[in-house]
């Protein structure tokens, strides 16, 4: 999750959602990514919404995973400094080649702006860009580079999603 500014990553074990939301209300976040495996491997990836109210947490959206290819794998571990801000390009968002449940998603998991990526390289250097590519029917590649066009951290394919609340 190094590429997520402003995250940290915490080893789950056999901890409850609910201490998981102590734990992020602790730090003074507001959100938990937790990513379940299938058979041993990394198959979802869950967004919940933490509130000091409630004392645990809501499902928001589940990203689907059908493959995934870790940094250390080719793409570089690493941005050199964490990036200041996420963001997925306008056209991304506006294209109707992937769906709208797979953009939201990314987007409020990854606190991500939408912007046009040549203005936000401009104005601010330490932006990671999201890149999303069909690869086949139904499965998208989602990638991370930076504002010269260098990838980092992890890919992920992503074969569906499911927007729990709004």
Known sequence: MA?????????RGKATLELLALEALDIGADRI????????????IDLYMVTPLSRGASKICTL??????LAREGTKKNPPRSPSV???????????TIPEDIVECLV????????SSDEVCRERGNVLL??????RSRIFEVSFKDCKG????PVLRICGAKIVST
């Open 150 to 153: 260098e990838h980092y951290g």
């Open 130 to 135: 999201v890149d999303i590519a069909v690869k």
């Open 33 to 44: 990514v937790v990513l379940r495996n299938w058979k041993g491997n990394p198959r979802y």
């Open 86 to 96: 996420i963001v997925v390009p306008v056209d991304i968002v506006v294209s109707a």
């Open 64 to 69: 689907v995973l059908c493959g995934y290819k």
């Open 108 to 115: 409020r998991c990854l606190r991500a702006q939408v912007a």
């Open 3 to 11: 590429v997520i500014p402003n995250s940290v990553r915490i080893t």
